[in-house]
C-alpha cells in the first residue's frame, strides 16, 4: 500500500542542551571559524535572463519561521504554520485561506499532512493533530522534535531528535508502537527524514537509512549512507538531513556534510553514495538528483551511478535551500528572499524572483502549477508560469 541557516546542534540525554553554532556561509551549517568580517561574500549576480516566463500570483501571511517548518503539498493545498502556533491551509492556485487557526503554541516543526489531517511538534515536544483546522488531540513524545511528523494511512508518524520513530493513531492519538535505537551524543536541530515508500516507512537515524514496518516499528532494512569519522562528537556528525528524493522505490538523501545517496528502498540495497559537502536535502527524477553544496555551489548527479551531471558555482555563499523541481527547471530560494530558477539541463540561470529581502525557509514546494516559498518573516508567496 501507499500511505501517505542557522543549524544548531542539540545533545542528547536526559534532556537537550542547545549548543553554539552559528552559519559561516548565509544559511549553510557549519562551524563559525571566521570573524564576521572574514566571511566569503557573495559574488555579485548577473543580469536576470528572464528566460522562463514565472511572475508573483498571490502572497500571504504566516507566523515567523523557524528551520523545523517546512510547507507541505496534498494536490492543490499548500499548508504552512508559523512559530506562534498559527497554522493555515491554503488553496495554490487563487492564494486563499481553505481554513486557519493557532494552537496556541510555540511550534519547532510541521505541517506534516494528508490532505485531512494535519500535525505539528511543539518547543515541548508535543504533537498536536487538526482535522481540517480542528484540533483532535495532543500527545507527548519522548524527545524535542525537529523533524515534521508524517501523516500517512490514519497514522501520524514522528522522528524525535532520541532517534525514536512512534507511530499514533491518527484519530484518537493512541500510541500505537514506538521504537528506539541508539544514536550518537549530538544531533542537528532541523528537519530530518521520514517518508512513506509502499508499505514501509523509510527514516533517517544517524548515517543511516531504515527501512520500517509501519504497522509495528520492526526494522526490514537498513543502508548506509554515511560512517561517522573524526576525533570528537561535531566531527561525527552525519544526520541525514531532510528532504529525501524520491523516485519511484529509489530514494535519494543527504548526510550532513559528509555524502549524498541512492538506496533502492524495496530490498533496502545501497545504489551509491558519493561524498559531497552540504546541509540541506535534494529533489530529484528519475535521471538527476538535485542539491545545493555549503559553499553555495548547485549540483546534479546522475540517479545511475552517482557522477556529477553539472555544477553551477555561480551562487555562492548565498545560503541556500533545498531545491524543488519546477518543470524544466529547479526552483532555490536563498538567504535574501531571492529564488533562483536553473536548468535541470545544465544548471543555467533561467529566472530570478523576489519576495521581502528575508531567507527563505526551508525548500520551495510546487503544488499543481503553484511554486511556493515562505520567508523567514512569514511572507507565503505563490508564484506561477506560462
Same mark, same amino acid.
Given at each position: 500500500?501507499?500511505? /501517505?541557516?542557522?543549524?544548531?546542534?542539540?545533545?542528547?540525554?536526559?534532556?537537550?542542551?542547545?549548543?553554539?553554532?552559528?552559519?559561516?556561509?548565509?544559511?549553510?551549517?557549519?562551524?563559525?571559524?571566521?570573524?564576521?568580517?572574514?566571511?566569503?561574500?557573495?559574488?555579485?549576480?548577473?543580469?536576470?535572463?528572464?528566460?522562463?516566463?514565472?511572475?508573483?500570483?498571490?502572497?500571504?501571511?504566516?507566523?515567523?519561521?523557524?528551520?523545523?517548518?517546512?510547507?507541505?503539498?496534498?494536490?492543490?493545498?499548500?499548508?504552512?504554520?508559523?512559530?506562534?502556533?498559527?497554522?493555515?491551509?491554503?488553496?495554490?492556485?487563487?492564494?486563499?485561506?481553505?481554513?486557519?487557526?493557532?494552537?496556541?503554541?510555540?511550534?519547532?516543526?510541521?505541517?506534516?499532512?494528508?490532505? /485531512?489531517?494535519?500535525?505539528?511538534?511543539?518547543?515541548?515536544?508535543?504533537?498536536?493533530?487538526?482535522?481540517?483546522?480542528?484540533?483532535?488531540?495532543?500527545? /507527548?513524545?519522548?524527545?524535542?522534535?525537529?523533524?515534521?511528523?508524517?501523516?500517512?494511512?490514519?497514522?501520524?508518524?514522528?522522528?524525535?531528535?532520541?532517534?525514536?520513530?512512534?507511530?499514533?493513531?491518527?484519530?484518537?492519538?493512541?500510541?500505537?508502537?514506538?521504537?528506539?535505537?541508539?544514536?550518537?551524543?549530538?544531533?542537528?536541530?532541523?528537519?530530518?527524514?521520514?517518508?512513506?515508500?509502499? *508499505?514501509?516507512?523509510?527514516?533517517?537515524?544517524?548515517?543511516?537509512?531504515?527501512?520500517?514496518?509501519?504497522?509495528?516499528?520492526?526494522?526490514?532494512?537498513?543502508?548506509?549512507?554515511?560512517?561517522?569519522?573524526?576525533?570528537?562528537?561535531?566531527?561525527?556528525?552525519?544526520?541525514?538531513?531532510?528532504?529525501?528524493?524520491?523516485?519511484?522505490?529509489?530514494? =535519494?538523501?543527504?548526510?550532513?556534510?559528509?555524502?549524498?545517496? =541512492?538506496?533502492?528502498?524495496?530490498?533496502?540495497?545501497?545504489?551509491?553514495?558519493?561524498?559531497?559537502?552540504?546541509?540541506?536535502?535534494? *529533489?530529484?527524477?528519475?535521471?538527476?538528483?538535485?542539491?545545493?553544496?555549503?559553499?553555495?555551489?548547485?549540483?546534479?548527479?546522475?540517479?545511475?551511478?552517482?557522477?556529477?551531471?553539472?555544477?553551477?558555482?555561480?551562487?555562492?555563499?548565498?545560503?541556500?535551500?533545498?531545491?524543488?523541481?519546477?518543470?524544466?527547471?529547479?526552483?532555490?530560494?536563498?538567504?535574501?528572499?531571492?529564488?533562483?530558477?536553473?536548468?535541470?539541463?545544465?544548471?543555467?540561470?533561467?529566472?530570478?524572483?523576489?519576495? *521581502?529581502?528575508?531567507?527563505?525557509?526551508?525548500?520551495?514546494?510546487?503544488?499543481?502549477?503553484?511554486?511556493?516559498?515562505?520567508?523567514? /518573516?512569514?511572507?507565503?508567496?505563490?508564484?506561477?508560469?506560462?
Amino acid at each position: 500500500m501507499n500511505f /501517505k541557516k542557522n543549524r544548531p546542534l542539540a545533545s542528547v540525554g536526559t534532556g537537550f542542551v542547545a549548543i553554539v553554532l552559528v552559519a559561516t556561509l548565509g544559511g549553510c551549517s557549519t562551524l563559525n571559524i571566521f570573524s564576521s568580517n572574514d566571511k566569503p561574500k557573495s559574488p555579485a549576480l548577473p543580469a536576470n535572463p528572464a528566460q522562463v516566463a514565472v511572475a508573483q500570483a498571490w502572497t500571504a501571511r504566516i507566523g515567523p519561521q523557524a528551520p523545523g517548518l517546512q510547507a507541505r503539498v496534498d494536490g492543490s493545498t499548500v499548508t504552512v504554520a508559523g512559530t506562534d502556533g498559527s497554522i493555515a491551509a491554503i488553496d495554490a492556485p487563487s492564494g486563499r485561506d481553505l481554513w486557519r487557526t493557532t494552537v496556541k503554541a510555540t511550534l519547532a516543526a510541521g505541517p506534516g499532512t494528508d490532505g /485531512k489531517l494535519t500535525a505539528v511538534a511543539t518547543q515541548i515536544g508535543e504533537i498536536v493533530v487538526l482535522d481540517g483546522g480542528r484540533e483532535l488531540w495532543r500527545e /507527548k513524545v519522548s524527545a524535542q522534535v525537529y523533524t515534521p511528523p508524517l501523516v500517512a494511512g490514519n497514522r501520524v508518524f514522528v522522528l524525535a531528535a532520541d532517534r525514536s520513530v512512534s507511530a499514533f493513531d491518527g484519530q484518537s492519538g493512541r500510541l500505537l508502537w514506538r521504537q528506539q535505537r541508539a544514536g550518537e551524543p549530538l544531533v542537528l536541530k532541523q528537519p530530518g527524514v521520514i517518508l512513506a515508500v509502499g *508499505d514501509t516507512l523509510v527514516v533517517g537515524q544517524s548515517g543511516r537509512l531504515a527501512g520500517l514496518n509501519p504497522n509495528s516499528g520492526a526494522l526490514r532494512w537498513e543502508a548506509p549512507i554515511a560512517t561517522p569519522r573524526g576525533i570528537n562528537d561535531i566531527e561525527r556528525l552525519v544526520d541525514l538531513v531532510g528532504r529525501a528524493a524520491r523516485n519511484g522505490s529509489t530514494v =535519494c538523501v543527504r548526510a550532513f556534510q559528509t555524502a549524498v545517496g =541512492c538506496v533502492d528502498a524495496e530490498r533496502g540495497g545501497l545504489l551509491w553514495s558519493k561524498p559531497a559537502n552540504g546541509a540541506e536535502g535534494l *529533489d530529484g527524477d528519475g535521471s538527476l538528483v538535485f542539491g545545493t553544496e555549503a559553499d553555495g555551489k548547485v549540483v546534479a548527479w546522475r540517479v545511475g551511478d552517482g557522477e556529477r551531471a553539472w555544477t553551477n558555482d555561480k551562487l555562492l555563499y548565498r545560503g541556500l535551500t533545498a531545491p524543488q523541481i519546477l518543470g524544466r527547471g529547479i526552483a532555490i530560494g536563498d538567504h535574501t528572499g531571492l529564488v533562483h530558477i536553473l536548468s535541470r539541463e545544465d544548471g543555467a540561470t533561467l529566472n530570478r524572483l523576489n519576495t *521581502d529581502g528575508s531567507a527563505i525557509i526551508g525548500s520551495p514546494v510546487r503544488a499543481g502549477g503553484t511554486l511556493v516559498v515562505v520567508t523567514s /518573516k512569514g511572507g507565503v508567496y505563490g508564484f506561477r508560469g506560462d
